[in-house]
Nanobody, 124 residues
């Protein structure tokens, strides 16, 4: 079993910054790619960012490219999402997830463990 616990969400003004954290346990964390997804009320879950097991490869949704940065610290079993210059449309519940073994992608169906999510609200 894998447990993922997100933290760092809250209320932030547009143009500010926020850092989300996701602490993982129960699986060899450093062996798997990780991702961040988000879901706003009435909308489908959407991909935000992904990072490879080593941190050497990353991928971002076009909507956050240049503003958000995903990183990981395998010694701490933690993945981060640095949100700079957030916009009101970034308001959502943010979830971290572990991808299935051997995969690298950004379809939520490829991720087999999920955290409970942390709410991010961006005010204008």
């Amino acid at each position: 079993q894998v447990q993922l616990v997100e933290s760092g969400g809250g209320l932030v003004q547009a143009g500010g910054s926020l850092r989300l954290s996701c602490a993982a346990s129960g699986r060899t964390f450093s062996s798997y790619a990780m991702g961040w997804f988000r879901q706003a009320p009435g909308k489908e879950r959407e991909f935000v960012a992904a990072i490879s097991w080593s941190g050497g490869s990353t991928n971002y949704a076009d909507s956050v490219k240049g503003r958000f940065t995903i990183s990981r610290d395998n010694a701490k079993n933690t993945v981060y999402l640095q949100m700079n210059s957030p916009k009101p449309e970034d308001t959502a519940v943010y979830h971290c997830a572990v991808i299935s073994p051997g995969l690298w992608g950004w379809d939520h169906k490829e991720y087999d463990y999920w955290g409970q999510g942390t709410q991010v609200t961006v005010s204008s």
